[in-house]
């Protein structure tokens, strides 16, 4: 069985055209390989989507409806910003040989085999509800290992207000312990269902949230997020594989290795760095373990994003803003910050820059950034500064500060001390 892992699309009508190529990438690469389900973990939207000629929903369902004849497509709710509410029920009324199913909450979706709707046996993607659960968890029991397939665990983009104002209706105060205990309420619970009705099929949990301890792509840790579980408690869903979003960085070498971020299709910001693509998630079945589908291999598909670049032009050095050497072979968006004292007034002429960068990297969103760079300030010993004259200091402050100081600004010195002195 096959699980190909996307999420943070982040489509909007800016920049709809690198989002569709790498998207409709994804998807060729996915019918190549055959895949059984594609997971898109939240944020397929960037913004508020409107249906005008230039919005990104018609370009997107074209390729959804693509993916959807293939294969079927769960597709959970990220954050309230991106993914508004109700902007993906779009994706359930298209008319496609497989479903969309689209998660807004926490819940178990059961993923039975694309062979199951051919041949009569229901649809391929369902969500199990409670009087089903109940019942697996009294004395009738049910059987997931036949017809193979997958269960799903949701858990969409989690908003701490909403959090918050579930607890306060519960009657408690809606702190930070208490979202924690929440949260982990929810993945004991489809640890403790799991183990009782997943025999023999994987158990896949789908998120769109930040883990304590992921970082960026630049390696900063983040810290103080909305809100976050710690891997610990994720664990505790003992699901066989974690398809996460949120976070776009594919490489966490903190979080274990069934557990993958996945970073999106395309750099969404010029701050954005390293390669972008999906994971493609094999389960197999071990002698070892028994009849047990396992986790066999987890593979990196890249995708041809455009790419980011940086030029760092130091004009406290005296480099020449005009002078770029390109950084890299064929097209990409490119990243221009100048560095100036604060003393500094001079203004670049931003055109002959922008001009330079679409020349070397083509017609893309290029991002000119002015930085100021503190001037460092030195302590002179007050050993040598207590006692001295003020010609003396004068001429401390201007080692300290590498200033040449002139003979004129001596002699006003020597000229002001006297007057002191008188």
């Known amino acids: 069985m096959k699980i190909a892992h996307l999420s943070d699309i982040h489509a909007c009508s800016r920049g709809i055209d690198e989002v569709c190529k790498v ?24 913004r508020t989507i409107d249906v005008t000629d230039k919005s990104a929903l018609y370009p997107i369902m074209r390729i959804m409806q693509k993916a959807a004849s293939r ?18 029920d779009v994706f359930v009324e298209m008319d496609t040989k497989y479903p969309v199913y689209v998660s807004n909450g926490a819940e178990i979706v059961r993923y039975v085999s694309k062979k199951a709707e051919v041949e009569g046996k229901g649809s391929v993607m369902y969500r199990l509800s409670d009087e089903t659960i109940g019942r697996v968890l009294t004395e009738e029991g049910l059987s997931m290992e036949d017809g193979g397939g997958c269960l799903f665990y949701t858990m969409p983009g989690v908003k701490k207000s909403s959090v918050v104002r579930e607890l306060i209706e519960r009657g408690m105060s809606g702190n930070d312990s208490e979202i924690g205990d929440f949260l ?8 403790v269902i799991g183990e009782e009705i997943g025999h ?6 789908v998120g769109h949230i930040t883990v304590a301890g992921s970082s960026l792509g630049n390696g900063q840790v ?3 997020a909305d809100v976050e579980i710690s891997k610990g408690d994720l664990l505790m869903a003992k699901a066989d ?11 966490q070498p903190a979080l274990p290795e069934n557990m993958k971020y996945c970073g999106g299709l395309w750099h969404t910001d010029f701050g954005s760095i390293g390669e972008k693509g999906f994971w493609l998630v094999e389960f197999g079945r071990k002698a070892d373990v028994g009849s047990a589908d396992v986790l066999a291999r987890v593979e990196w598909i890249r995708v ?12 406290i050095n005296g480099e020449n803003p005009y002078h770029l050497e390109k950084a890299c072979e064929g097209e990409a968006k490119a990243r221009y910050r100048y560095y100036v004292n604060p003393s500094d007034n001079r203004v670049i002429d931003k055109a002959r820059v922008m001009a330079l960068l679409v020349k070397m990297y083509g017609e893309h969103r290029h991002k000119i950034e002015r930085h100021v760079v503190p001037v460092e300030r030195s302590r002179v010993d007050d050993h040598d500064w207590h006692g001295a004259c003020l010609r003396d200091k004068v001429k401390m402050w201007g080692v300290a500060m590498e200033r040449d100081v002139s003979e004129g600004v001596l002699e006003k010195a020597d000229a002001v001390e006297q007057e002191i002195e008188l």
């Open 241 to 251: 594989y974690y398809a996460l979003g949120h976070i776009h960085n594919h490489e």
């Open 184 to 191: 982990r309420s929810i993945v004991r619970a489809y640890g």
């Open 71 to 88: 294969f079927p497509i769960l597709l959970v709710y990220g954050t309230l910003s991106h993914d508004q509410p109700g902007s993906l």
């Open 200 to 205: 023999g099929i994987p158990k896949i949990f």
């Open 23 to 46: 998207f409709d990438y994804a998807v060729d690469v996915c019918i190549a390989r055959e895949i059984d389900v594609m997971v898109i973990a939240g944020d397929l939207w960037d």
């Open 222 to 224: 983040l810290i103080g």
């Open 304 to 315: 041809p994003a455009v790419p980011v670049v940086t030029h760092d032009v130091m004009l």
